[in-house]
């Protein structure tokens, strides 16, 4: 992953300090539309994160399997894409 690990890495670590944020949010009774808001962003920079993470999951591991020519290993990596997109849909 390189860079894009350590870009991952690090919004990863906001995301951390976002959701201490919402608990202290939470803790000092804060507005509920604000903690919705900021759920909200949290979700968005996740997305973010799991998007990056595919990318490169495409981009390195698939990537790999279809230039083996191993017909069992693009399939395997076809499955796992497959799914992942079936448990994100339920």
Do not use: P, T, W
Request: some cysteine.
């Amino acid at each position: 992953m390189g860079k894009s690990k350590q870009d991952a890495i690090n919004r990863l670590k906001r995301i951390e300090g976002q959701v201490r944020g919402i608990a202290q949010m939470l803790a000092d009774e804060r507005y509920c539309i604000d903690v919705l808001h900021q759920l909200a962003a949290v979700r968005a920079a996740l997305a973010k994160v799991e998007s990056a993470v595919l990318k490169d999951h495409a981009a390195c591991c698939v990537n790999e399997a279809i230039a083996s020519g191993d017909a069992g290993e693009q399939r395997a990596k076809f499955n796992e894409l497959v799914d992942l997109l079936e448990k994100v849909r339920r």
